[in-house]
C-alpha cells in the first residue's frame, strides 16, 4: 500500500510537468502562427500603399487629361500633333529626328 501512495506522489508532478510543457508548446506555436500571419499582412499593406499611391497618381493625370480634352483649342493641337490632321491648304511634313 505504501508503494502505491509514493507512485501517486511522484506520478502528479509528472503529469503537471508534462500539461504545462503541453501549454508552453501550444501557445508557442499559436503566438508564431499569429505573427507569421501579421508579419504577411504587415507586408501586403506595404505593397498596397505603393500600389494606391501610383493608382492616385494616375488618377490626378486622367483628371488632367480630362480638363485638357474639354478645350477645343487642345483637341485641335493634339489631331494635328499625334495624327497629322491639317487645316485646310495647309501641309504637314515629317521631319525625322536626328539622334546625337
Not at 24 to 50: A, D, H, N, P, V
Not at 77 to 93: C, F, H, M
Amino acid at each position: 500500500m505504501a508503494r502505491k501512495h509514493k507512485k501517486k506522489k511522484k506520478l502528479g508532478p509528472v503529469i503537471l510537468l508534462c500539461l504545462s510543457f503541453a501549454v508552453i508548446i501550444f501557445t508557442t506555436f499559436t503566438i508564431f502562427r499569429y505573427w507569421t500571419m501579421i508579419y504577411s499582412k504587415y507586408q501586403e499593406k506595404g505593397e498596397l500603399k505603393k500600389e494606391l499611391a501610383s493608382l492616385k497618381d494616375k488618377e490626378e493625370e486622367l483628371e488632367s487629361d480630362v480638363k485638357k480634352l474639354q478645350d477645343s483649342d487642345y483637341i485641335a493641337r493634339y489631331a494635328r500633333e499625334k495624327y497629322y490632321y491639317s487645316k485646310d491648304g495647309e501641309y504637314i511634313l515629317k521631319i525625322p529626328e536626328e539622334d546625337e
